[in-house]
C-alpha cells in the first residue's frame, strides 16, 4: 500500500494533532477517499519527514495525528539555481515541475524580450501561488522534503545583476564549449534558459557581460522545457545524484 505524501505548512511536533489546509483536506478526503486510520507521511519544508495517522475526516475537514519525526534527506550534492524565460500554458507548468523532480534548489521565473505573457503585478502575485503549488505537488510525488524556493517573476537584466559565485551557464547552440568540458562547480550553478523564441541579441550580450559562459547541449535547437530539462538531467548526471 503507498502512503500518501501530504505538504503541511507549519510547525509540526510528535503527538501534534493538526488540520490540514483545505487544498490538501480535498485531496485526501474526497479524492483520494482516506478514511480515519489511514496512515500519511506530513513535511513541512525542514527536511524532515512526519509519519502521521488520520484522526478526523469530515466532509470540509481532516484532522491528521503527527505518530513520529525521521530526519529524511533525498536532497542533490548539486545545488542548481534555474533561471527560467517564462513560456505559455503549460510549457512552463511542466518545467517547474520536472525540474523540482530532477532537484533544483531554486527557481525564478524570468521575463525576457520575446515573452509571451504579459501579466499585471496582481495576476503575477496569482500565478506565482500557482507555481508554488505545482512545486510543493511535485515534491509530494518525489519526496523531497525541502522545498526548492521560488522567487519573485523577475526582469532578465535585473537577474543578470545579481552577484553570486556561483557556476554561471546558458545554452546555445552555436557555443564551441561543450557540458561534456565543464569542471564541477564548487558553490553550485545558475543555469539560464531562455523562452520559446530565444533571447534577443541584446539579451545574449547582457549574459555574456553578466558572466553566464554559453554551453553546447547538442546538435539541435530543443524547445524551452525540453533544454531545461535535459541539461538539468546532464548536470545532475555528471555532478550531482543522477
Not at 507548468?93 to 515573452?115: A, W
Not at 509571451?116 to 509530494?140: F, G, N, P, T, Y
Not at 530543443?222 to 555532478?239: P, S, V
Request: glycine share 8%; with cysteine.
Amino acid at each position: 500500500m503507498q502512503i500518501p505524501r501530504i505538504f503541511c505548512s507549519g510547525l509540526l511536533a510528535v503527538e501534534q494533532t493538526v488540520e490540514l489546509d483545505k487544498d490538501a483536506a480535498n485531496h485526501v478526503g474526497n479524492v483520494l477517499r482516506l478514511r480515519e486510520g489511514h496512515p500519511l507521511v506530513l513535511f513541512n519544508g525542514d527536511g524532515n519527514e512526519y509519519p502521521a495517522t488520520l484522526h478526523k475526516v469530515e466532509k470540509r475537514s481532516v484532522w491528521v495525528q503527527v505518530d513520529a519525526k525521521l530526519q529524511m534527506s533525498c536532497e542533490s550534492p548539486l545545488r542548481i539555481h534555474l533561471g527560467q524565460g517564462i513560456s505559455k500554458g503549460e510549457r512552463m507548468d511542466f518545467v517547474l515541475q520536472k525540474s523540482v523532480e530532477l532537484g533544483v534548489t531554486e527557481i525564478t521565473p524570468l521575463i525576457t524580450e520575446r515573452c509571451v505573457v504579459r501579466l499585471d503585478e496582481q495576476r503575477w502575485q496569482k500565478k506565482h501561488q500557482q507555481w508554488q503549488k505545482i512545486i510543493q505537488s511535485a515534491c509530494e510525488q518525489c519526496g523531497r522534503n525541502i522545498i526548492p524556493t521560488l522567487h519573485p517573476v523577475t526582469p532578465l537584466s535585473q537577474w543578470l545583476q545579481q552577484s553570486t559565485n556561483e557556476l554561471r551557464l546558458t545554452l546555445d547552440p552555436r557555443a564551441e564549449k561543450r557540458m561534456a568540458d565543464l569542471m564541477p562547480p564548487t558553490q553550485g550553478l545558475r543555469l539560464l534558459i531562455g523562452p520559446e523564441g530565444g533571447f534577443a541579441e541584446q539579451e545574449l550580450y547582457l549574459t555574456e557581460q553578466g558572466g553566464f559562459q554559453p554551453v553546447l547541449l547538442g546538435p539541435r535547437v530543443l524547445r524551452t522545457e525540453t533544454a531545461a530539462l535535459t541539461a538539468i538531467a546532464n548536470l545532475q548526471g555528471r555532478f550531482g545524484d543522477l
